[in-house]
């Protein structure tokens, strides 16, 4: 394997790994700040992509439909937790994941009923539908798009966090939420603020992921299940945990599709040895997060 | 005195029940929710169409279909084809998307002496050495729809074929018939994760390989993220690509518009097939649920048909397994894609299309007839099954 293709997979580890975190930040806050387990974070990300498509058409250009879905995500977001999880703040995490469940199903069937069972279409901008040539490597301009837009937000979430009121607030929550509760925070308006901002990201995620992917009813929980295990390789309420865990996570499973294959052909035939190296490069992320849960219990960056 | 009349009542009540074996019972279990859902829905939606089109009694029986959603899981699927034998006492179960799941299922269903009948899924093992009398596939055996695309690759003279498929048995299926009929040299051969989202890794090794084709079996939402990506990367147009039908589907062809134009792929099945019945289940599904159908649709519609002939060739009479086994095995199945005949080892001997993607009249990319590859093709494994 040569330098440049060991380049061009760390590029490709990267962008999954930015994209991971789009999504892992909203659920790390919403989970440390608001001690909710949220199973639809993944539904938010399918209305992301879903009204990404259906506004690209309306819209005639792909920014304002993405700004559009991710605000319109935001209020959704603001909706359902004024709506349905108010209530469940006082609850067990029990209660809180057969709620979410429920929301899951909800809107899987709403979307069915709205978009029609079969997966839709949603491709990215023409300007960056072809290659960026990078010193010789070509590379799709679409994921160079996903991870500015990620590197993006991650600057923004760390000004947001580290050097506004707001963030100040956030920052505290996750610390010591029943401190800054009987400090008088309007701690209502606070929750709302975080899940609506969680939401907007995940929205965005969708918005960005469905150029690449396929929109569909589902593409949510596919993504939630990695989405969870970088929070908890990261350490729960943590953005910094979440940055590092969704960077891991990308690299270990992008790095282990491309090498370990290679790997088992030294000493195996083609065919086993691709079907061993994608079965084992399957289970590399839930073998790098047991590792990590047996070094340090609360993952890399815990909050508390 | 009042219990006695219960157990009276209930005894009755099991004596009522075989009486209501002349409504034909059919378990519906497919994919309705998930990724996989687009394929599950249109085997439904297709199916019902059928029933709808024999004015709801297929066989000339009152047809109740009870369905349920596998999650494309097969413990799920195992549950509920209990739940059809034990509970619902269906005389027939199909649905079936995924050949993980119709391995899985079987046992249960043949052991409940209920018929299986794959609108889908056609493993070679079920094909061969585990041919089974209660299952039948009115669709195809998974290699034979990778066999037209490996022949017709290597009459194209294609030299360094790159091979990829998701990790299960009909990925394994897939490249195995493909490699039948394609003799080249085999730059490459990857098998991903099911359900894989992100395709860039293998796409960059595929790129560093060099081969002068690809072919990929991707089905459902699998194929709309590789051809997506396949695009982007810069590899459409410099790369051509390959695949059986069920890469580059209707249902994957509304997702990805025309970053598949020109791919040429394989089915048994084409919505331009021209014969009447075709024309109208076309007219009829596009009528009825506002889509243009995919070949899982009309792999349902033909599932019914073939419930149909059995159920009418012995008279309603449903309660006789051996007589309704030997209808369904020697029928000559009038469907959407002509007449077909059925093996020993209940696998059609059907004709396998070549078939090109384009945009049609209106706008919509489909998929067009190009060719014949194969005439009353049988499937490779015929000759390990016991079955005679």
Known sequence: ?304 | MTRNLLTLASALALLATPAAADTLKIGMITTLSGPGAGLGIDIRDGFALAVEHAGGKLGGQDTQVIEADDQQKPDVAVGLANRMVERDRVQVVTGVVWSNLALAMLPTLAGGQTFFISPNAGPSQLAGAQCNPYFFNAAYQNDQIHEAVGKHVQDEGFKKVYLMAPNYPAGKDGLAGFKRYYKGAVAGEVYTQVGQLDYAAELAQLKAAAPDAVYVFYPGGMGINFIKQYEQAGLKGAVPLFGPGFSFDQDILSAVGESALGVKNSAQWSPDLDNAANKTFVADFKAKYGRIPSMYAAQGYDTALLIDTAVKAVGGNLKDKDKLRAALASAKLQSLRGEVAFNTNHYPIHNIYLREVVKGADGAVTNKTVATVFTNHADAYVKDCPMK
Request: aromatic fraction near 8%; include cysteine.
């Open chain 1, 1 to 304: 394997m040569d330098a440049l293709l060991l380049v061009e997979q760390g590029l490709n580890g990267l962008q999954l790994g930015v994209m991971l975190f789009l999504m892992a930040a909203g659920l790390t806050l919403v989970f440390g700040i608001m001690d909710l387990i949220n199973l639809a974070h993944g539904t938010f990300y399918m209305v992301g992509a879903y009204l990404t498509a259906a506004l690209v058409p309306v819209l005639d250009s792909f920014p304002l439909a993405l700004a559009a879905a991710v605000l319109l995500t935001a209020l959704l977001g603001l909706v359902v937790e004024a709506v349905a999880l108010r209530t469940l703040y006082r609850r067990d995490h029990l209660d809180q994941v057969l709620a979410t469940f429920g929301l899951i199903l909800f809107f899987n069937e709403l979307v069915k009923i709205v978009f029609g069972p079969v997966p839709i279409f949603l491709n990215p901008p023409a300007a960056l539908a072809g290659t960026v040539d990078l010193f010789g490597l070509k590379y799709p301009a679409f994921r160079l798009a996903i991870l500015a837009v990620g590197l993006a937000v991650a600057v923004f979430l760390w000004l947001l966090i580290a050097r506004t009121r707001v963030g100040m607030l956030i920052r505290a929550g996750a610390t010591n939420r029943e401190m800054v509760m009987a400090l008088g925070v309007d701690v209502r308006l606070l929750f709302g603020l975080v899940f609506a901002l969680g939401c907007g990201l995940a929205g965005l995620a969708g918005a960005m992921a469905g150029p690449v992917l396929a929109v569909q009813v589902g593409m949510g929980e596919q993504i939630l299940i990695l989405t969870f295990v970088v929070i908890v390789i990261g350490g729960i309420g943590s953005i910094r945990g979440a940055l590092a865990g969704a960077l891991l996570v990308g690299m270990v499973d992008t790095l282990g599709r491309a090498l370990l294959p290679a790997a088992f052909r030294l000493v195996m035939d083609a065919a086993n040895a691709s079907a061993a190296g994608a079965a084992l490069a399957s289970m590399a992320i839930y073998v790098l997060m047991a590792v990590v849960l047996a070094i340090k219990p609360k993952g890399l960056f815990p909050a508390h």
